[in-house]
C-alpha cells in the first residue's frame, strides 16, 4: 500500500555562526513535506515552545515517590494550512512542498538552554500535520537559547570579592594558618581567567599548598524538595608555602571556553559556579573560602564602566557557603509551581 506521507520534517535557518538564538531573535524555517499521492489535509501548523522540566525518584523504605515539576516560558502556534470555511479539509497535490513560516521569539528574560542530569531548559519548533481518519504526523527541531537580556541592576558582577580565613591548627600540627583572598569580580566569560590574589600566613610546623577549585552546582526544585548536583571542572595547585612563613599569593584560573552559562532565572533549575580556594595542610583540615561565580557569554565581556548583558540577575543566588549577608535559607519552589 502507498504510504501517502513520504517525508515530513521541519527546519530552521541559523542566524550566527554558533547556531545560537536570544530573546527578541526571529526564528525563520522551512515545514518540508512530499507526498506519494494527493491527500487530503484538515490543517498544518507549526507551535514554538519553550519550558523546562525536572523529574527525579526518591526511596523511602519499600516506598518510592516521583518528584515532578515544569515551567512553560512561552507557546506559540502559526497555521500554515488549515481548511476553508465550510470545508472538512484542504487536497494537497502529490510531490514535494516546502512551507516557510516565521517567528519572533519572545523578548522576555528566557533562561539559557541545559540539560542535566534531573532535569532540562529546552526550546523547539515543532510542525503537526493534520489529515481525517489519521494519526497526526509530527516533526520536531531543536534550538539553543542563550540568556542576554539586559537586567536593569547589576553591580554585583564586577565589584571585587574578598573573604577572610584563619584556622588553628591542632593534633599533629601546631600553630595556625591564615588566609585572605580576593576576586576582582564576580562575572566572568566562557574562557576568561579569574584574577586570584592571597596573602596567605603559614605559622604552622608543616608546609601548606593553595589549592584552586572551579565546580558548577545545579539545583533542581520540585514539589518543595531540592535535587542537587554538583562537578569539578577543574583543579590547580600552586607552590607550598614553607612553615613559619608570610607570602603573597597570585593566580589566575581559566574559566573553560566550553562551560555553560550559570542560569537564575529559572524557577526549578539554578545553574550556579563556585570557585574554592583552600591550603592543603597534612593531617587536619582544609581551611577554605568559596566565592560565586557568575558565568557569561564569551561575547559579553563585564566592564566596570558598563555593566554586562545578562538574563536573570540580579538577586544573588542564596546559600548557606558563604557568610553574613549570604547566608539566607533557600526559597521554596513550590510556590512559584
Known amino acids: 500500500m502507498l504510504n501517502t506521507v513520504k517525508a515530513f520534517s521541519v527546519e530552521y535557518n541559523p542566524v550566527n555562526k554558533d547556531n545560537t538564538f536570544a530573546g527578541g531573535d526571529l526564528l525563520a524555517g522551512n515545514v518540508l513535506l512530499e507526498l506519494g499521492s494527493d491527500c487530503s489535509v484538515t490543517s498544518l501548523h507549526v507551535k514554538l515552545k519553550g519550558k523546562a522540566r525536572v523529574r527525579w525518584t526518591e526511596t523511602y523504605g519499600k516506598t518510592v515517590v516521583a518528584y ?4 512553560k516560558f512561552f507557546s506559540i502556534k502559526h497555521f500554515v494550512l488549515q481548511q476553508h470555511r465550510g470545508q472538512d479539509s484542504t487536497v494537497v497535490a502529490q510531490g514535494s512542498h516546502v512551507y516557510p513560516f516565521t517567528f519572533q521569539i519572545p523578548s522576555q ?32 527541531a531543536k534550538f539553543n537559547i542563550v540568556s542576554k537580556t539586559n537586567p536593569n541592576c547589576c553591580p554585583g558582577l564586577v565589584t571585587p570579592q574578598h573573604e577572610h580565613k584563619d584556622k588553628k591548627m591542632n593534633l599533629f600540627n601546631s600553630g595556625k594558618v591564615v588566609m585572605d583572598v580576593n576576586l576582582d569580580k564576580m562575572g566572568y566569560c566562557q574562557g576568561q581567567g579569574i584574577k586570584v590574589t592571597a596573602f596567605i600566613q603559614n605559622s604552622s610546623s608543616r608546609e601548606i599548598k593553595p ?30 608555602i614553607p612553615p613559619s612563613c608570610s607570602q603573597n599569593v597570585s593566580r589566575t584560573v581559566t574559566i573553560p571556553h566550553s562551560t555553560g552559562l550559570a542560569i537564575l532565572n529559572c524557577n526549578i533549575i539554578k545553574v550556579e559556579y563556585r570557585l574554592r580556594v583552600y ?40 546559600d548557606k557557603e558563604r557568610g553574613p549577608g549570604w547566608s539566607q535559607a533557600v ?7
Open 109 to 140: 528574560d528566557l533562561p539559557s538552554s541545559f540539560d542535566g542530569k534531573w532535569g532540562r531548559i529546552r526550546y523547539s519548533v515543532k510542525a503537526f500535520l493534520s489529515r481525517p481518519l489519521k494519526m497526526d504526523s509530527k516533526a520536531k
Open 279 to 318: 591550603l592543603d595542610v597534612k593531617y587536619a583540615s582544609d581551611p577554605e573560602i568559596k566565592f560565586h561565580i557568575v558565568v557569561l557569554p564569551a561575547s559579553e565581556t563585564p566592564d566596570p564602566e558598563e555593566p554586562p548583558t545578562f538574563g536573570g540577575f540580579w538577586n544573588p543566588p542564596e
Open 331 to 337: 526559597p521554596n519552589p513550590a510556590s512559584h509551581l
Open 211 to 240: 589549592k584552586y577549585c572551579l565546580y558548577r552546582k545545579v539545583s533542581f526544585f520540585a514539589e518543595g524538595k531540592r535535587k542537587v548536583s554538583t562537578k569539578d571542572l577543574l583543579k590547580e595547585v600552586g607552590e607550598p
Open 68 to 71: 515532578f515539576a515544569k515551567e
